[in-house]
């Protein structure tokens, strides 16, 4: 295989591996209260938290910044946990369609934000795996196609099962004779919900 092929590869299984769900998690809820038609303000967020860690990463892995890595692998749960709770938040808000078009650009700082400290724990595996590459470019760029890649991927396997579930809670919701129109929303809120709770484990460990 190729030099590009490798960090490619190496990018691509880091942010998708279900042993290290962190940037899985991450990456789901910020995607959580986005319906499929608005994909434009996800897409908006997906890139804010693209530029952030694409920054950090390529600081760090160059030498660049120095940092704690103890301290970054328990602030990424922490990111998690802010994310997911601004989705309840949102959720529980007195007008939940004019809180999440509130609240967008501000999730947008934050996902920069939060993109600067995921990209450096990126860097630790990457740091790890390079040992004495002499010229860091190619792998650097490929290691960040990499994880673009497995986000699309995490994307849309998120979308794929939260419709078919929420089509299907809507099924039932007709049988039944009930009101359907929130559905998306609570299943949102469902979804942090429990992503928050597994945040706050992570952070506890």
Do not use: C
Request: no cysteine; glycine share 8%; proline share 3%.
């Amino acid at each position: 295989m190729s030099e590009f092929s490798v960090y490619l590869r190496l990018g691509f299984e880091h942010i998708s591996d279900l042993n290290g769900y962190d940037h899985i998690l991450f990456v789901i809820a910020l995607a959580a209260v986005y319906p499929l038609r608005e994909w434009r303000h996800l897409l908006v967020l997906i890139t804010a938290f693209t530029i952030g860690h694409s920054v950090t990463l390529a600081m760090a892995t160059m030498g660049m910044v120095d940092f704690n890595p103890d301290l970054i692998e328990t602030l990424i749960p922490v990111t998690i946990f802010i994310t997911a709770a601004i989705n309840v938040g949102e959720r529980f808000a007195r007008n939940p369609e004019q809180a999440l078009q509130r609240d967008w650009r501000m999730k947008y700082v934050l996902a920069i934000g939060f993109g600067l400290i995921h990209g450096l724990g990126f860097s630790n595996f990457l740091r790890a795996v390079l040992g004495a590459e002499e010229s860091l470019v190619l792998p650097l760029f490929s290691f960040n196609v990499g994880l673009e890649l497995g986000q699309l991927v995490i994307l849309v396997i998120t979308f794929v099962v939260s419709g078919g579930l929420i089509w299907l809670a809507n099924r039932i919701l007709v049988r039944l004779e009930k009101p359907t129109d929130n559905t998306q929303r609570n299943w949102a809120a469902l979804l942090s919900v429990g992503i928050a709770i597994v945040a706050l484990t992570m952070i506890g460990s």
